[in-house]
């Protein structure tokens, strides 16, 4: 079961309409819609037609949710493709959110982060590879209600600035503060780190607080092994990073996170276009713009992902990084900016000269990479203005195109565009 209760209501009701229309002498034929009619206390008639148990269930589920007294207690009601309603109480997803399970929203059951929801989609709701990773890292940021831990509060209310002037060390107590409800990213509701929680919500005098009453390790890790630097980072508070390297001694050069997906601060900064830390981390504390993951990404190859053009503009003119870097799997920055698809960052990244015709080690090109994605605008780019030919039109190590790829991920106009493309190609290299 996916939440705490499934409810058959709709499917029973569906089937008494078709038995009711059997034992009427008319043979149910196929989209005879079940219809209802209604009456309320002040008269008002309604009618409303279901042509499917599905279009009941999911009626129903929008009328339970508007309901005050069980939003109270039912965090989510999920209709599957027969229209059987699943209840999900807040205790129960809770309970899922805080150990990285994901729920499907097709059918309403959780799954180990992105992949195991990509990969059920895939396989259980025909899902293209392309909607289910969207879906699956839209939901891994899913918003959840996180509750601060008490040590954070009091930590917090104890430097709550006095309105009552006074030379002592012992102020006037302040009153208690109300439990603070955040809307954090989920993966921070995995996070019981309370040092880690300022860093990451910019509370420096809670984290200064915290380090002076001696009760926590500014060198503490989270459940991936990445400390408050990170976090702080990541989240584009300079004051903190400055207070956690100068007052602190945490190390800003490290590598920190799971095994094989270790990143820098620098790499979380620039993926998120905090150039303020980016400033502070390479002119300041002399860390090198260019240091690699341990598949050999950089800051800039993460800024250029997320589509970050400011970032990436400071980290080649200011950072002087190398724009032209390659990781282990032979990307270069031109296949990292096709994942997202921005014509804008192609342009500039073909300003500074770099390479589109690269074709990396399992044989993808700029146009496989925009092609999986969808990305209609930037794969005519790639061929009216990169320049990119036959060559980059042909299979990976898998046997799949840029055409290929975009049909069999749902993105029918742009697979006809490179399959008309190809022929063109095809004639002019014959």
């Keep these: 079961m996916a939440g705490d209760f499934e409810l058959l209501f709709a499917i029973d009701v569906f089937k008494a309409h078709i038995t009711s229309l059997c034992a009427s002498g008319r043979p149910p034929q196929r989209g005879v819609p079940l219809t209802v009619t209604t009456v309320s206390t002040y008269e008002l008639v309604r009618t409303r037609s279901y042509p499917s148990s599905h279009s009941l269930g999911q009626h129903m589920s929008t009328v339970l949710m508007e309901d005050m007294a069980l939003r109270e207690f039912v965090a989510d009601i999920r209709v599957n493709g027969k229209g059987m309603l699943t209840f999900t109480s807040h205790e129960h997803m809770t309970w899922h959110a805080v150990r990285g399970r994901l729920p499907c929203s097709q059918c309403g059951r959780f799954f180990n982060g992105p992949k195991g929801i990509r990969v059920h989609q895939m396989l259980n709701h025909n899902i293209s590879f392309a909607s289910a990773q969207g879906e699956a890292l839209a939901t891994d940021w899913q918003l959840v209600v996180y509750t601060a831990p008490p040590l954070l509060l009091a930590a917090a209310t104890s430097h709550t600035p006095s309105t009552t002037t006074t030379t002592s060390p012992a102020a006037t107590p302040q009153p208690a503060q109300p439990r603070a409800s955040l809307a954090v990213p989920a993966p921070m509701a995995k996070v019981s780190n309370p040092g880690i929680l300022a860093a990451q919500a910019g509370h420096t005098s809670v984290l200064i607080a915290l380090v002076e009453s001696g009760t926590w390790d500014p060198k503490s890790e989270d459940y991936n092994g990445c400390n408050a630097l990170v976090w702080a980072a990541g989240a584009g508070h300079v004051a903190i990073c400055q207070y956690l390297v100068t007052s602190c001694a945490v190390d800003a050069h490290v590598l920190q996170g799971k095994r094989d997906m270790r990143r820098s ?166």
């Design 265 to 430: 601060p620098l790499h979380w900064a620039a993926r998120n276009g905090h150039i303020n830390v980016c400033k502070y981390l390479v002119l300041e504390l002399h860390v090198a713009v260019d240091s690699p993951t341990h598949d050999g990404t950089t800051a800039f190859h993460y800024a250029v992902w997320n589509n970050q053009l400011s970032t990436c503009d400071w980290l080649a003119s200011v950072g002087q990084c190398n724009v032209h870097a390659v990781n282990s799997y032979g990307c270069n920055a031109s296949q990292w900016a096709c994942m997202t698809g921005s014509v804008d960052m192609l342009k500039f990244l073909h300003c500074h000269q770099l390479d589109f015709a690269l074709i990396n080690r399992n044989g993808h090109s700029a146009l496989h990479k925009a092609a999986i994605k969808g990305h209609l605008e930037a794969c005519r780019w790639l061929l009216n203005v990169a320049g990119l030919g036959w060559n980059h039109m042909q299979k990976d190590e898998d046997g799949f195109t840029p055409q290929r790829f975009a049909m069999e991920n749902g993105h029918v106009e742009l697979g006809a565009y490179l399959a008309q493309a190809e022929a063109s190609l095809r004639t002019i290299t014959a």
